[in-house]
């Protein structure tokens, strides 16, 4: 079933859930009673100031983030510690891209391969399949030609697509990806954006990302969820999202949105 | 070899420095790869501390020493885990705790303390067939887990959250490493002594890492490199009467100069 920006599936199954969620540090807590409903297929984005509580969201569903009230499910079953490694293989994680040591002895296409380590199983080594899996997703996001380089030497846009080839070779149900374009410079951030959008499509990824380019937002998720200081302040369609006083509510800051050949941008 | 190898001692002297070299060699691949010099230093001499105070309490060295870098990965292994957590702080204050703890052990040590000082500074020349049958034990356990587990080892360097997130047992692996660890350590104490041992197991996988970027060969030169500074300081401490564990260490960090400047690795950064 063909899944497009504008037609969300409403009757998809429900893939992953939270209810009345609650996370705490101590006495301090993170997330106040949080419910989100993703349906299969769907592109959500989460928005929010920083320190909203938005990474700590997304661990939630593969049991990165201990929680301590409410209900996390994914696929109907509840998320526990006994579960949780077989949750993690149907939901890859993306995370911001972080330096790393140009010496690392590792290259572009054995971290990638990396990604099906987990599904394959302890013992076993990766055979034509994995192989494949990998270079398929390199060429997904355009890096196939780079494979052999070692990771530390790529820029920090193509280490975040390099995440995002090994995330694939996962051959997940789920993606999470956590501000996929923060740090990037613009054509780099064109090139993820345009990868994650056409992997979507061409795989029918359910996605969740947290981003803090409310443009990317508006031009790639067909739901929107807004953190505030660890509370749900609005969910709902992307196109109802975009909405000045919306947006001033969640960021505190005065927000303009602009329209331009049909497309929606917010300036502020 | 002018008379090096014709006295049994000797002999095995050098097979325990061929072997307790590329055993640490290899060790230290993951202390380098994994950031856990630290955590490692840690552990290493709570292993040393820990022989130390088994002596003076009458018990096997052996025991005591795992027990205390079993203690030690289980004190530091969560704290290290913790994301965003400065471990310097914490580390350099355990780290003296455990120094101190082995001085005061040397202290309580009763007699001439030969076998306390011997921790210490190391003597391959007293090294015992126990020794030796200790260290190829560790050896097969140490090559066996890097062989049924090099996947997983691979997919945790540089991207350990990555990891984690995808399903791969990364506690299980990261733990089973301390404690793999803290057995090299003991392994080795008598024959390089508790003050050089991390330095041996570092300085070797620091070298290979200005040489290669295959993990494969890494692990091999590691093993390789610290193999040869083992026997070569072994030799240098028989012509010139000085302690082997110094020696060796010396001709470790001589390697990893050299090794830094002539390192292939050296052009590549252009970033």
Not at chain 1, 54 to 76: D, E, I, M, Q
Not at chain 2, 35 to 55: D, Q
Not at chain 2, 122 to 147: E, H, K, P, Q, W
Request: proline share 4%.
């Amino acid at each position: 079933m063909p899944i497009s920006k504008h037609s969300p599936d409403f009757d998809a199954p429900v893939l992953a859930e939270l209810q009345d969620v609650q996370v705490c540090c101590g006495q301090h807590c993170i997330l106040h009673d949080v419910s989100l409903s993703i349906r299969q297929g769907e592109f959500w984005s989460l928005i929010g100031p920083n320190g909203a509580g938005k990474s700590t969201l997304l661990g939630l569903f593969n049991g990165l983030t201990p929680f301590r009230g409410g209900r996390v499910a994914y696929a109907g079953q509840a998320v526990t510690a006994r579960n949780v490694r077989q949750i993690r293989l149907k939901i890859a994680h993306v995370f911001q891209v972080m330096d790393i040591d140009p010496r690392m002895p590792l290259s572009v296409y054995e971290s990638v391969l990396g990604g099906t380590y987990a599904r394959l199983g302890l013992f076993r080594r990766p055979g034509k399949r994995e192989h494949r899996l990998a270079l398929d997703a390199l060429a997904t996001v355009g890096l196939a030609d780079m494979a052999g380089q070692p990771l530390g030497q790529l820029s920090g846009g193509q280490r975040q697509r390099v995440a995002l080839a090994r995330a694939l070779a996962q051959e997940p149900e789920l993606l999470l990806l956590d501000e996929p374009t923060a740090a990037l410079d613009w054509q780099a951030q064109r090139d993820i954006l345009d990868s994650i959008a056409a992997l979507r499509h061409e795989r029918k990824l359910t996605v969740l990302m947290v981003t803090h380019d409310l443009n990317a937002v508006f031009h790639l998720a067909e739901k929107v969820a807004m953190l505030r200081d660890g509370t749900m302040l609005w969910q709902g369609k992307a196109e109802a999202a975009m909405q000045p006083d919306l947006l001033e509510a969640l960021y505190q800051v005065p927000i303009v949105v602009a329209e331009h050949n049909g497309r929606k941008a917010a300036l502020f | 070899m002018d008379g090096f190898l014709q006295y049994e001692f000797l002999q095995r002297g050098l097979l325990m420095a061929l072997l307790g070299g590329s055993v640490c060699g290899v060790m230290g691949v993951f202390v380098v790869l994994w950031r856990m010099s630290l955590v490692g230093m840690c552990i290493s001499h709570a292993a040393f501390a820990g022989t130390l105070a088994a002596l003076v309490l009458g018990w096997p060295p052996l025991v005591g020493g795992v027990a205390a870098s079993l203690g030690a990965a289980a004190a530091v292994g969560p704290l290290a885990e913790r994301p965003g957590f400065s471990l310097d702080t914490a580390m350099g204050v355990i780290f003296s705790v455990v120094m101190s703890l082995a001085m005061l052990a040397l202290g309580l040590l009763p007699g001439a303390r030969v076998d306390g000082l011997n921790l210490i500074w190391g003597s391959l020349l007293t090294v015992t067939r126990a020794d030796l049958y200790l260290m190829a034990g560790t050896a097969v356990l140490l090559f066996s887990f890097i062989f049924l587990f090099y996947k997983e080892i691979q997919a945790i360097i540089g991207q350990k959250q990555s990891a984690l997130a995808s399903g791969i047992p990364v506690r299980a692996i990261y733990y089973t490493c301390l404690i793999l660890m803290g057995l090299v350590v003991v392994a080795s104490l008598k024959a390089i002594g508790g003050f050089l041992i991390f330095s041996l197991i570092v300085t070797p996988a620091a070298t290979s890492l200005q040489l290669t970027y295959s993990l494969r060969y890494m692990f091999w030169m590691s093993a390789v490199l610290g193999a040869m500074a083992s026997a070569c300081g072994l030799w240098l401490s028989f012509h010139f009467s000085v302690p082997p564990g110094a020696s060796i260490v010396f001709v470790a960090v001589m390697g990893l100069i050299t090794a830094m400047l002539f390192s292939p690795k050296k052009r590549d950064r252009t970033r």
